[in-house]
């Protein structure tokens, strides 16, 4: 059925249908919200439901590189796609955290920076994910050069760490969703840090 269709048309089409089903849960989300069967409190469930997503999607990103390594499946050039994703939960949260949890209220949006661990590190995540995802466009790439687009994107892990922590840091208590989440974020970080020791041994040996 694909057969007339170009390899690039049909990475589109293939954008075009994460994106579709990545807003899925959000839209349902809202569609809960408007007919109210979010729960007792809509507004915190909308909340949580929309930074879990953006977690969800920040792990997909980060887990690209190795399903490709360990699996051999090449699913790179829908890396943009779904990192976008997590910027735009990410975003739609912070918005939720803001307009409908805080009302605006940006006196009160600083205090909680300052006084409340779990949104300083939520703050620090979303401060990163701004430029990553300004900088995700192939103009942007051209722009910085590759050595200097693949810097700032290392900036990604402390921003999966800084999510991870917060989510554990949200629930006070220890139930076990945050802590898989978390063991799963420090496991994809834990292999790109064996991954780059590996390779600078490597380097070390061929030139000793
Ligand atoms: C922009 C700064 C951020 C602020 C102000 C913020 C704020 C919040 C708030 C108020 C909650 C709900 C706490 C509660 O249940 O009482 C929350 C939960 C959460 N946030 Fe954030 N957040 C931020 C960034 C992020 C980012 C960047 C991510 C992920 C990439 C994230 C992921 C989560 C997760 C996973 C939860 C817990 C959801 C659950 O309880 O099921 N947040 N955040």
Known sequence: ????????????????????????????????????????????????????????????????TPVRDLFGLNLLRYRRTVGLLCFYYALMHLLTYVVLDQGLDFAAIWADILKRPYITVGMLSFVILVPLALTSSNMMIRYLGGPAWNRLHRWVYLAAAAAAVHYLLVVKSWPMEPLVYFAIVTTLLAYRLFKRLRGRRRSRLASA
Do not use: C, H, N
């Not at 007919?35 to 507004?43: E, K, T, Y």
């Open 1 to 64: 059925m694909m057969k007339g269709i170009s390899a690039t048309a049909r990475v589109r089409i293939a954008r075009v249908a994460i994106y579709g089903i990545g807003f899925a849960p959000a839209a349902w989300t809202f569609y809960l919200g408007v007919i109210d069967q979010l729960g007792a409190d809509p507004m915190k469930t909308l909340e949580q439901t929309l930074g879990l997503w953006a977690l969800r999607f920040l792990i997909v990103t980060l887990a690209i």
